[in-house]
């Protein structure tokens, strides 16, 4: 698990803070040009809009759709030629640099981070393709899971914060609870987190938890109700695609073998509105679909 805490550039308009918007994008399950996998005229519509918005973006893995951890066990048991693993390599790295020229150039540096998925490659020199979408991103590479704060300072008496936890998801997402139920459940032991969100699905979807909270100030306290909110992430793999053929065979892939419902198309955007009251600043948190 990572801990980060950032300080993102947030101006004071009428003293006010300007609000923070975090757009989730992940599972895009790129697989190339020729598959017609990856919505990738909504990915790109969703992330124009939110360049435009000012938002900062949150990774939530299965960036490429290339190997999954069964198929990365059975490569390595293959002890494979080293020039068998160059290819192998440079494939991954090739579905990597498109969907970064196709869709995710206009996000560099506005990212808090990127979490792993289950669909990447583990390159030869220890690597993944994930990391090295990372660097291109000029992002924080968040592994597993991660917890981030979001501090916003005004001085050195004046402080608020918000904490994001971000993980992409684990299971087969066919049980009726799956992904926010989930979530509730394992943040049934979690303090201090403001919004939890998860990926894998692509199930797009929002559910809120209240908590009682306590402001404290320089010499007064205040009791109110902290609201907790789950996230699904939605993603932009399609699931059923006319035409579609394995080799010469008209074929579907395994969403539609499976008769599994069509994937959300689009991503959530957490809105952070700071707010003063008197001596007390807390957070109001929104979410988007």
């Known amino acids: 698990m990572e801990l980060l805490q950032v300080e993102p550039r947030r101006r004071i308009v009428n003293h006010k803070w300007e609000e923070m918007r975090v757009c989730y994008l992940g599972d895009f399950q790129w697989a190339g040009k020729r598959t017609h996998g990856t919505a990738l005229g909504q990915l790109k519509e969703t992330i124009a809009e939110a360049c435009e918005r000012g938002c900062y973006f949150m990774g939530m ?9 069964s198929n990365r ?3 390595r048991a293959a002890a494979l030629y080293d020039t068998a693993e160059d290819v ?3 494939k991954s790295m090739e579905l990597t640099h498109e969907i970064f020229d196709l869709a995710l ?3 560099v540096g506005r990212w808090l981070g990127l979490v792993e998925g289950h669909h990447f490659s583990q390159l030869k020199d220890g690597s ?4 090295r979408l990372c660097e291109m991103l000029k992002a924080p590479f968040l ?3 991660a ?3 979001i501090n916003f300072n005004r001085s050195a008496t004046s402080r608020m914060s918000v904490t994001l936890w971000v993980h992409h998801g684990h299971g087969n997402g066919q049980t009726n609870y799956y992904p926010l139920a989930r979530l509730e459940r394992f943040a049934a032991g979690m303090e201090t987190v403001d919004a939890f969100a998860i990926g894998h699905t692509t199930k797009m979807g929002h559910s809120l938890d209240n908590r009682m909270g306590y402001r404290w100030g320089p010499q007064h306290g205040k009791a109110y109700h902290r609201t907790i909110h789950y996230i699904g992430t939605g993603g932009y793999s399609r699931a059923y695609i006319e035409g579609s053929k394995q080799g010469r065979v008209p074929r579907g892939g395994y969403a539609e073998q499976g008769m599994m419902k069509p994937a959300v198309i689009g991503s959530p955007t957490l809105i952070i509105r700071p707010v003063l009251d008197g001596d007390h600043q807390f957070p109001v948190l929104k979410v988007e679909a």
């Open 61 to 69: 893995g299965d960036y490429i759709d290339f190997l999954s951890p």
């Open 73 to 75: 066990q059975r490569l």
């Open 88 to 90: 192998i390599d440079e």
């Open 105 to 107: 150039k206009p996000t």
């Open 128 to 131: 993944t393709s994930d990391m």
């Open 143 to 145: 592994g597993t899971s």
């Open 147 to 149: 917890a981030i704060r």
